[in-house]
Nanobody, 123 residues
């Protein structure tokens, strides 16, 4: 059974950092890509970043470029989202998702979703 479990969310002050983790199980890691998405109250879900698990190719939405870094540890079946220089507008529930694809896109239809982790940026 395909499953994703996120962790690492929390409350952080503006300018701070958090690292989100996404542990995957139940599928062939190298045939998939992982995406990070977020949804703030009253807003549509937004694609933040994604990574090809086989090649490591990455994509970012413009608002997080230079601040967020996506990575993966193939030995641990885990993807990460390192978030630096956090801003109040980054506050949202963050989800990781998987798609059976060699390369990823932020507007693709992902197949499997995690339960989400809350990130709150506030002083």
């Amino acid at each position: 059974q395909l499953q994703l479990v996120e962790s690492g969310g929390g409350l952080v002050q503006p300018g701070g950092s958090l690292r989100l983790s996404c542990v995957a199980s139940g599928f062939s890691w190298s045939y998939y890509a992982i995406g990070w998405f977020r949804q703030a109250p009253g807003k549509e879900r937004e694609g933040v970043s994604c990574i090809s698990l086989r090649y490591g190719a990455t994509r970012y939405t413009d608002s997080v470029k230079g601040r967020f870094t996506i990575s993966r540890d193939n030995a641990k079946n885990t993807a990460y989202l390192q978030m630096n220089s956090l801003k109040p507008e980054d506050t949202a529930v963050y989800y990781c998702a998987a798609i059976r694809a060699v390369f990823c896109g932020l507007t693709d239809s992902y197949d499997v979703w995690g339960q989400g982790t809350q990130v709150t940026v506030s002083s």
